[in-house]
C-alpha cells in the first residue's frame, strides 16, 4: 500500500508516537450529512433503590414493558453495554441471583427500577442469543433475564443513552453483552488477551471489516461498531485534535493486536499515546474512534458528520461515500 504524504495542520493537539513506518496522508471529504449524540450521563448517587424513586406507578410489574430488539452501546466511561430498542440502559441487581434466576426487586424497588418484561426480546447483533431467558416474577409476571440475571430499567434515565443507575448502592449495575456487570474489562470483546487489565495501555479488544450497501468494506470494532477517522487529524506528525467534548462523543478505539486485526493493512498500524493517557489505536497512522451516536452494531450515524468523520477502509483511508 502506497502512502501518499501531505501537509499537517498548524496546531497539533497530541504528542506523536514515532513508528518505524513513516505516515502521511491526503485524503479528500465528502459531503457532510448531519447527525450527532449527547455524552452519556455520569454515574448516580446512593441508596439500593436511588435517593429518590422517580415516578413510577403503584404496580410498577404490571407495567412491564419489553425490550424489543437489543442493541450494544459504548459507553466512554464503562465500555459496552445492552440497550433496549429504545436506546434505554438495561440494568441488572446484585442482590438478584443468576443460578437460579430471580428477581429480589419488589414494591419500591421495583417503581424505581422497572422489570423488563420477558417476551419480545431479540438478541442484539453479536451477542449470543442463548443467554435469553425469563423468570418468574413474585406476583406471577415473567422478566427478561440474561446469563440468568433479571433486567431493569432505572426510572431517572429519561432518554437513550444515559446511564444514572450506574453503581447506584454499590448494586446496581448496567448489563454487559454476556451478562456481566458493564466495565472497560467486562467490556473487551472475546478476542482481547486473557487478563488482559482495562486501561493498561495493552493491546485488547478485536478489528474487523464489515461491508456496508453504502460504504462497501470498512472496518468495525470487536462489537460491530464502525470505526471513524477525524479529518482535522493528522498522520505525520501523528496526532489526535479530538479532545475534551470531542472525545466523549467520539471514543478512541483502544491498542488492539495485530492478531485481533482481521482484515486490516498493517502498513502504520500503530498506537498513539495521548496527553490524557490514553492510548489510542492507529491504521495507516491515522487515530481511530467510534461514534455514540452508533446505538447499535452496523449503524453508521457518524459518517460525514460535520464534513470531518467518515469510516475508515480496510487500508485505512477515508470513505467519503455518504
Keep these: ?180 456487570k458493564a466495565s472497560k474489562a467486562a467490556a473487551a470483546p472475546s478476542g482481547a488477551p486473557a487478563g488482559a487489565p482495562a486501561g493498561a495501555g495493552e493491546a485488547t479488544g478485536a478489528l474487523t471489516v464489515a461491508k456496508d450497501p453504502k460504504l462497501g468494506e470498512h472496518i468495525v470494532d470487536g462489537n460491530g461498531m464502525t470505526v471513524y477517522r477525524f479529518k482535522k487529524d493528522t498522520a505525520w506528525p501523528m496526532a489526535s485534535n479530538c479532545t475534551g467534548d470531542c472525545v466523549a462523543k467520539w471514543p478512541v478505539v483502544p491498542p488492539v493486536d495485530k492478531a485481533n486485526a482481521k482484515g486490516i493493512v498493517e502498513k502504520g498500524y500503530s498506537v498513539l499515546d495521548r496527553p490524557d493517557g490514553k492510548k489510542q489505536q492507529a491504521i495507516d497512522c491515522w487515530p481511530v474512534y467510534t461514534f455514540t451516536g452508533d446505538k447499535k452494531a452496523g449503524d453508521i450515524n457518524g459518517q460525514g458528520v460535520g464534513g470531518t468523520w467518515y469510516a475508515v477502509s480496510p487500508d485505512g483511508k477515508l470513505i467519503t461515500t455518504s
Design 1 to 180: 500500500m502506497g502512502i501518499k504524504r501531505g501537509t499537517t495542520l498548524a496546531t497539533v493537539a497530541v504528542v506523536v508516537a514515532l513508528t518505524a513506518t513513516a505516515c502521511g496522508g491526503d485524503d479528500t471529504a465528502g459531503n457532510a450529512k448531519p447527525a450527532g449524540a449527547a455524552a452519556v450521563a455520569p454515574a448516580a448517587g446512593a441508596g439500593d433503590y436511588g435517593s429518590d424513586y422517580g415516578a413510577g406507578s403503584a404496580n410498577a410489574t404490571a407495567d412491564a414493558k419489553g425490550a424489543g430488539q437489543l442493541a450494544i452501546a459504548q459507553n466512554e466511561q464503562i465500555g459496552a453495554l445492552l440497550t433496549d430498542s429504545a436506546g434505554m440502559t438495561l440494568y441488572r441487581f446484585d442482590k438478584d441471583t443468576a443460578k437460579p434466576p430471580k428477581s429480589n426487586c419488589d414494591g419500591d424497588c421495583a417503581k424505581a427500577w422497572p422489570a423488563v418484561a420477558a417476551g419480545d426480546a431479540t438478541a442484539a447483533a453479536g451477542m449470543d442469543a442463548s443467554l435469553l431467558g425469563e423468570v418468574v416474577r413474585t406476583d406471577g409476571s415473567k422478566q427478561l433475564t440474561v446469563a440468568g440475571w433479571p433486567v431493569y430499567r432505572y426510572s431517572k434515565d429519561t432518554k437513550a443513552g444515559e446511564t444514572n443507575g450506574q453503581g447506584v448502592g454499590g448494586t446496581w449495575f448496567a448489563l454487559a453483552p454476556d451478562g456481566k
